[in-house]
């Protein structure tokens, strides 16, 4: 099983700050990764897939980049509804599919 | 709009089973397929298996094996996750989540629409 490895645990960031979010593979997932943004009380919701497409009606503040074990997620400037606890997932290697531990990106 | 509703929170016995429904609309829900993923209270995320709404198809997490089975019901578009034997380490939310790509091309394994989850608790 991939085991994902995000970092930090904890982000503190104010607003208008740029957010860089570590994932580490334990082995190659290629470019097949995606990027999740969770908020308390709701279901993630899709970012960022094959590293570095951004899903549907994402904004374009939001960029994933990386290959092979090492992976950012990129939030350029951040907005009050951007602080959340964020989380990556590999689909290379079956089986399963595995998700990460998650960052928070929490207000300073 | 997508909109994937799932059934409300449920309460079980240890060695119980338990049944989520997950209503689709805004789409057509013979044309993706349909993933099970669970989330621990204060814990990260879990993904359980597939279900192909078109034929019914399964493909479930080893993990698994033996204790969930995913069903569907095309005519009201809704599909079901049902894991038995439960355990005290199977409280969690459970959601239903939408494939990215359609039936037609290759499963992506990536989430992009999700039901708002239930909350099944495992307690005596």
């Known amino acids: 099983e991939i085991v994902l490895t995000q970092s930090p645990a904890t982000l503190s960031l104010s607003p208008g700050e740029r957010a860089t979010l570590s994932c580490r593979a334990s082995?190659?997932?290629?470019?097949?990764l995606a990027w999740y943004q969770q908020k308390p009380g709701q279901a993630p919701r899709l970012l960022i897939y094959?590293?570095?497409n951004r899903a549907t009606g994402i904004p374009a503040r939001f960029s994933g980049s990386g290959s092979g074990t090492d992976f950012t997620l990129t939030i350029s400037s951040l907005e009050p509804e951007d602080f959340a606890v964020y989380y990556c997932?590999?689909?290379?290697?079956?089986?399963?599919?595995?998700f990460g531990q998650g960052t928070k990106v929490e207000i300073k | 709009q997508v909109q994937l509703v799932q059934s409300g929170a449920e309460v079980k016995k240890p060695g119980a089973s338990v049944k989520v429904s997950c209503k689709a609309s805004g789409y057509t829900f013979t044309g993706y397929y349909m993933h099970w993923v669970r989330q621990a209270p204060g814990q990260g995320l879990e993904w359980m298996g597939w279900i192909n709404p078109n034929s019914g198809g399964t493909n479930y997490a080893q993990r698994f094996q033996g204790r969930v089975t995913m069903t569907r019901d095309t005519s009201i578009s809704t599909a079901y996750m049902e894991l038995s034997r439960l355990r005290s380490d199977d409280a969690a939310v459970y959601y239903c989540a939408r494939d990215l790509s359609p039936i037609q091309e290759q499963l992506r394994y990536y989430f992009d629409y999700w039901g708002q989850g239930t909350l099944v608790t495992v307690s005596s």
């Open positions: 094959d590293a570095s």
């Open positions: 997932q590999q689909r290379s290697s079956w089986p399963p599919w595995t």
């Open positions: 082995q190659s997932v290629s470019s097949y």
